[in-house]
């Protein structure tokens, strides 16, 4: 992409809890952090006409920044993916994601209906060559920094190929955005131990064990690792992941209200904040979510970008970094390249046949 051309990225107006309000809030504050940092984007923004139209004019967003495609319908968030597929060729989500394939778009961010957005994405922009199934990859905060983790909800069920694959993606993405030259890799499980877990995810351990990723592969990790920060790659399938995300997400918020409670219990308590406010702030701007919003389906041909379906104006903003700067980097590029330099998925393959 030559420098004067903006980025363009579509946007799902219509997906999330709080759409399309928390959604046109969030490009307004995405703009005037992208003019304070001197990038170049334009949104192209999917919904319904009624609806949308009087908030942008509400939050002064200027045409020169977006351009609008009205829908006829949206994708609700309990829709099954299913009938997304069969039903929702006129959607904002659809549409969002068509105008990827199309060339349209660069990127496309939504808050809605994760299934949808997996099985729409797929389906509509494809799988790089050698991927069974693309996974939610995040970043994700650490006592010593940042860690990618993966899957985070895209596939509840995953065999041993999924998990390989997953392991595989996140180093390359590991590699791309946390800028590590051999990023650590570790399977979460319910134990360390190389007898403990399901059977699929001791098969993948093996494979990743006598794969070129040995010397990264740092075999089982545990939930409390995410915290420590014991790998920059957290492999998981899309059950356990999203759970260990939400479970990860709440102590987050648990600790910052009771600091808040336990100063509100007496005057000395008050009085001590004021010199401990420089350090509450820092502990609670890394302890946000809505830092780290932003999930990229990784796998794909295009680019797609997941927002947490509660998230605010301000967790939308920062999805819609994400997407900036999975285009700028080229984050599917790098990562197909990763994968066909491998020789892992196809020995993965054959050993699943025998």
Same mark, same amino acid.
């Given at each position: 992409m030559e420098n004067n051309q903006p980025v363009v990225i579509a946007v799902d107006a219509m997906g999330g809890d709080h759409a399309p309000d928390s959604v046109i809030a969030g490009i307004k504050l995405a703009l005037d952090n992208n003019k304070a940092d001197h990038i170049d984007v334009k949104y192209l923004i999917f919904g319904d006409e009624e609806k949308v139209m009087p908030l942008i004019k509400k939050y002064g967003i200027s045409s020169d920044y977006y351009s609008f495609v009205h829908t006829t319908g949206y994708i609700a968030s309990d829709e099954k993916p299913s009938v997304a597929v069969r039903t929702g060729r006129d959607s904002s989500l659809w549409k969002a994601i068509e105008s990827v394939k199309h060339n349209e778009a660069s990127a496309i961010v939504s808050s809605g209906n994760t299934g949808a957005l997996m099985a729409l994405s797929k389906i509509i922009l494809g799988t790089m060559p050698g991927i069974h199934r693309p996974a939610l990859a995040s970043i994700m905060p650490n006592r010593i920094g940042e860690h990618v983790m993966l899957d985070l909800g895209a596939n509840t069920e995953c065999d041993t190929r999924n998990l390989v694959e997953f392991a595989v993606m996140g180093e390359a993405y590991a590699r791309a955005v946390l800028k590590r030259e051999k990023p650590s890799i570790g399977i979460l499980n319910i134990g360390s131990e190389e007898i403990k877990g399901r059977e699929e995810?001791? +098969?993948?351990? @093996?494979?990743?064990? +006598?794969? /070129? !990723?040995?010397? @990264?592969?740092? =075999?089982?990790? +545990?939930? /409390?690792?995410? =915290?420590?920060?014991?790998? /920059?790659?957290?492999? &998981? /399938?899309? #059950?356990? =992941?999203?759970?260990?995300?939400?479970?990860?997400?709440?102590?987050?918020?648990?600790?910052?209200?009771?600091? $808040?409670?336990?100063?509100? @219990? &007496? #005057?000395?308590? $008050?009085?001590?904040?004021?010199?401990?406010?420089?350090?509450?702030? *820092?502990?609670?701007?890394?302890?946000?979510?809505?830092? !780290?919003? =932003? *999930?990229?389906?990784?796998?794909?041909k295009g680019i797609s970008i997941k927002s947490h379906g509660g998230a605010d104006a301000y967790g939308f903003s920062r999805a819609l970094r994400v997407a900036y700067n999975a285009v700028q980097n080229d984050l599917r590029g790098y990562i197909a390249t990763q994968i066909e330099k491998i020789k892992l998925l196809t020995d993965t393959e054959q050993k699943s046949d025998k």
């Open positions: 995810l001791r +098969e993948a351990a @093996q494979i990743l064990r +006598e794969s /070129d !990723y040995a010397s @990264q592969f740092k =075999g089982f990790v +545990e939930s /409390d690792d995410l =915290g420590k920060g014991s790998v /920059d790659v957290f492999v &998981s /399938d899309g #059950f356990s =992941g999203n759970i260990a995300l939400k479970a990860v997400e709440g102590t987050a918020r648990l600790m910052i209200g009771l600091l $808040k409670d336990f100063i509100k @219990q &007496s #005057f000395l308590a $008050k009085l001590g904040a004021v010199f401990f406010i420089p350090v509450m702030k *820092a502990m609670k701007k890394k302890m946000n979510p809505g830092n !780290y919003n =932003g *999930a990229m389906l990784v796998g794909l």
